[in-house]
């Protein structure tokens, strides 16, 4: 087995990293973000990865600068990996760093390349309501996921799925394609392919306002967006001059009965207007200030009226 660095910080790399360590890779040294605080308390807290890492025993580094960075130059030179694997780290790889190894810097991207390069490529296939994303390992070069692929595997989007439970399944898949690709480079089995770039998309980092409910949208298309901006940005937008955030609702066959911006409720249901027509039914929602509840409790609650202009 090879000798490897490993670089990576969320929750999505974790499985790759103890897969490596399962099968017998050594991996040599982890790399990932500096702790960064967090929460209302704003405390420091570790990476997911920086947790699995200690917790395996492995040497963890978190500089803060890695380009122009000449103790983790020396140090990671000192091991001479064979690869360097890349899963989320969050930092530009430098020149130096692709050099290095022999078999290269490999990244293990959460889409189907050339489609959706980019920092949120799970919620974005989601958000554009793709029926069928993947995984795709690469070798890293000096542009932004752009580099030659190795593997892919393609996973089905569930109607059901957010971008939380596919990123837990794209993890496990990832893990696997890992494997897969190290051992292929080491026996030469693998045959590189460059990306056309005439069909990359991109999945931009995720912003705030990105969540801002629009209902100029269809339905279907605020209903993609609500499943692949989860946990955050969310769904938002205002009601009595308070934020409302819509943590779960389904498309309905409603045609015409809720103007766009607006509630209704028809027997028993919380709908939601979009254009053309088109309505969610709001299954949780939040009031800025409160508890998350049912759409039972907000109508009990709040007796929303259908001449109220939701998000001015």
Same mark, same amino acid.
């Given at each position: 087995m090879m000798d490897l660095v490993f670089c990576g910080t969320p929750q999505f790399a974790v499985p790759t990293l103890e897969r490596l360590l399962a099968v017998g890779f050594r991996v040599k040294l982890v790399a990932t973000q500096p702790d960064r605080p967090s929460g209302r308390g704003m405390t420091l807290a570790e990476s997911p990865v920086k947790r699995a890492a200690l917790a395996l025993g492995l040497p963890v580094v978190q500089p803060e600068k890695i380009k122009h960075n000449d103790e983790l130059r020396t140090q990671v030179e000192s091991i001479a990996p064979e690869a360097i694997v890349v899963v989320g780290y969050g930092r530009i790889i430098p020149q130096w760093m692709i050099d290095l190894p022999k078999l290269g810097n490999i990244n293990l991207h959460a889409s189907l390349l050339p489609k959706y390069r980019g920092a949120?490529?799970?919620? =974005?296939? /989601? &958000? &554009?309501?793709?029926?069928? @994303?993947? *995984?795709?390992?690469?070798? /890293?070069? !000096?542009?932004?996921? @752009?580099?030659d692929i190795l593997l892919q595997t393609e996973e089905r989007i569930s109607p059901e799925d957010t &971008?939380?439970?596919?990123?837990?399944?794209?993890?496990?898949?990832? &893990?696997?394609?890992?494997?897969? @690709?190290?051992?292929?480079?080491?026996?030469?089995? /693998?045959?590189?392919r460059p990306q056309d770039n005439a069909k990359a998309t991109l999945a931009p980092i995720l912003k705030r306002e990105d969540g801002l409910i629009d209902f100029?949208?269809?339905?279907?298309? !605020? =209903?993609?967006?609500?499943?692949g901006f989860q946990p955050w940005p969310g769904a938002f937008t205002s $009601?009595?001059?308070?934020?409302?955030?819509?943590?779960?609702?389904?498309? *309905?066959?409603? *045609?015409?009965? *809720?103007?766009?911006?607006? $509630? !209704?409720?028809d027997s028993?249901?919380?709908l939601m207007g979009f254009a053309h027509g088109t309505a969610l039914e709001v299954r949780e929602l939040q009031v800025e200030g409160k508890k998350r509840m049912s759409a039972h409790d907000f109508i009990n609650g709040y007796r929303p009226r259908n001449d109220e202009l939701l998000g001015s």
């Open positions: 949120a490529p799970i919620q =974005w296939a /989601i &958000a &554009a309501g793709e029926g069928v @994303t993947g *995984v795709t390992t690469m070798r /890293i070069d !000096a542009g932004l996921d @752009t580099g &971008a939380l439970t596919l990123a837990s399944r794209l993890a496990q898949m990832g &893990a696997e394609l890992m494997i897969a @690709t190290l051992a292929g480079l080491k026996n030469g089995t /693998i045959t590189p100029s949208r269809s339905a279907l298309d !605020a =209903w993609n967006r609500l499943r $009601f009595r001059s308070k934020m409302l955030h819509v943590h779960s609702a389904i498309p *309905v066959s409603t *045609v015409g009965i *809720v103007p766009a911006g607006h $509630f !209704a409720i028993g249901r919380l």
